[in-house]
C-alpha cells in the first residue's frame, strides 16, 4: 500500500463465499447488536457485561492507572518531574495535580464512505459506533468527562466533553444520525482538534486510516507534542485483514477510487504482503509517539476489543 491507502472494498461480487461466523462467546455478538436497540441501551450492556464477565478488574475504569502521571512535554516546568519513575522506566513523567486529574477523553469517529464496507452484518462504522459509546459511557460511568467529534474531510459535529450522564444520549443521538461523506483526511483533523483543545487529555481515535498516512503521522505527532494521550482504534473488517475471497469479484472504490474486476486468490499473497507493511507502519508510528495502538477486527464483540484494550494499558501501566 502506497501512502494514499485505498480499502479493498467488494461489491457485487460475482462468485459470493459465505460470510465468516463470529466466534461463539459469552460476549454480544457484533452482527445483532442492531437488534438491541439505541446506542445507549448497547452501551449500558456491554459495559455492565465486562462487569460481570470474567474480566472484572479492567472495567475499573480507563483512567485509574494513568490520572497521576503523564508524559513530560517541552515547556513543561522540570521541578514536576517524577525523577522515580525517570530512575525506573528512564522516561520522564509529570506528577498531575488536581485540578489535572479529571479525566477528559475526547472520541474523534471516521464518518468517511470507506468506514461504510462490511462483510458481514455490521459495518466499520457501526462497529466503531457501539464500540466509542460504551467506552464514553465507561468514562462517564466512573465520574469522568467525554466528548465526540465526527469527522470525514473537517470536523463536523463535535459535542464537547461532560461527566453528566445526560450527555451519553447526546453522545448517542448524534451517532446514530451520522451520514458518511465520500472523502477522510484524518492529518487535518488532527491537526485542527491539536489547536481546539485548551486543556491536556485523552484523544481516542477510531478509523480505518485509508487516507495519506504520512499526513496522519503529522497530525499524531501534533496532538502529542501538545501532552495528549493518544489511543487510536484502527478498525478494519475481517475481510479486509484476512482476504479470504475466492472466484471472480469487481472491487469498487468507495471514495472515488473506480472498480477493478479480478481473481482474489491471484493477488491474496501481494495484497496481505502489503496489508502487513500498512499496519505494521502506522504501528511504528505509534510507538515512537507513544500512541496506544488497537487493531479492531469488526467481527469481536465489543466487549472483548474494550477488555483486551484496558488489559494492555494496565500491563503498560505496570512497567512505568
Given at each position: 500500500m502506497s501512502s494514499e491507502t485505498t480499502p479493498p472494498s467488494a461489491e457485487a461480487p460475482l462468485n459470493t463465499p459465505e460470510a465468516p461466523k463470529s466466534r461463539g462467546a459469552k460476549y454480544l455478538d457484533p452482527d445483532t447488536l442492531s437488534q438491541i436497540g439505541s446506542l445507549?441501551?448497547?452501551?449500558?450492556?456491554?459495559?455492565?457485561?465486562?462487569?460481570?464477565?470474567?474480566?472484572?478488574?479492567?472495567?475499573?475504569?480507563?483512567?485509574?492507572?494513568?490520572?497521576?502521571?503523564?508524559?513530560y512535554t517541552q515547556g513543561d516546568e522540570t521541578r514536576h518531574i517524577d525523577w522515580k519513575a525517570y530512575a525506573r522506566c528512564d522516561r520522564y513523567y509529570?506528577?498531575?495535580?488536581?485540578?489535572?486529574?479529571?479525566?477528559?477523553?475526547?472520541?474523534?469517529?471516521?464518518?468517511?464512505?470507506?468506514?461504510?464496507?462490511?462483510?458481514?452484518?455490521?459495518?466499520?462504522?457501526?462497529?466503531?459506533?457501539?464500540?466509542?459509546?460504551?467506552?464514553?459511557?465507561l468514562v462517564v460511568d466512573q465520574g469522568d468527562s467525554a466528548g465526540v467529534g465526527v469527522f470525514d474531510g473537517k470536523l463536523q459535529n463535535y459535542i464537547a466533553p461532560k461527566s453528566n450522564m445526560r450527555v451519553l444520549h447526546d453522545i448517542s443521538s448524534e451517532?446514530?444520525?451520522?451520514?458518511?461523506?465520500?472523502?477522510t483526511n484524518v492529518g487535518a483533523v488532527l491537526h485542527d482538534f491539536a489547536h481546539r483543545m485548551n486543556r491536556r487529555g485523552f484523544v481516542m481515535l477510531f478509523s480505518d486510516l485509508f487516507d495519506n498516512t504520512e499526513e496522519f503521522i503529522q497530525g499524531l505527532n501534533h496532538l502529542r507534542f501538545g501532552g495528549h494521550n493518544v489511543v487510536l482504534f484502527h478498525t478494519m473488517d475481517p475481510y479486509e485483514i484476512e482476504f479470504?475471497?475466492?472466484?471472480?469479484?469487481?472491487?469498487?472504490?468507495l471514495e472515488g477510487e473506480g472498480e477493478v474486476i479480478t481473481q482474489p486468490a491471484r493477488v491474496r499473497a501481494n495484497y496481505l504482503q502489503e496489508l502487513e507493511k500498512f499496519v505494521d507502519g502506522i504501528r511504528l508510528a505509534c510507538a515512537k509517539a507513544q500512541v496506544d495502538y488497537v487493531l479492531v477486527n469488526t467481527r469481536e464483540p465489543v466487549e472483548q476489543t474494550i477488555t483486551n484494550y484496558l488489559l494492555q494499558r494496565t500491563a503498560l501501566a505496570k512497567t512505568r
Open positions: 445507549d441501551v448497547v452501551a449500558r450492556q456491554v459495559v455492565e457485561g465486562l462487569r460481570i464477565g470474567q474480566h472484572k478488574s479492567p472495567a475499573r475504569g480507563i483512567s485509574s492507572e494513568f490520572s497521576a502521571y503523564r508524559q509529570i506528577k498531575l495535580f488536581d485540578a489535572e486529574t479529571n479525566f477528559i477523553a475526547n472520541l474523534l469517529i471516521d464518518a468517511s464512505q470507506s468506514m461504510t464496507y462490511k462483510s458481514g452484518n455490521i459495518s466499520k462504522l457501526e462497529y466503531t459506533k457501539y464500540l466509542a459509546a460504551s467506552l464514553a459511557y451517532l446514530e444520525k451520522v451520514q458518511p461523506q465520500p472523502r479470504p475471497l475466492n472466484g471472480m469479484w469487481k472491487f469498487m472504490g
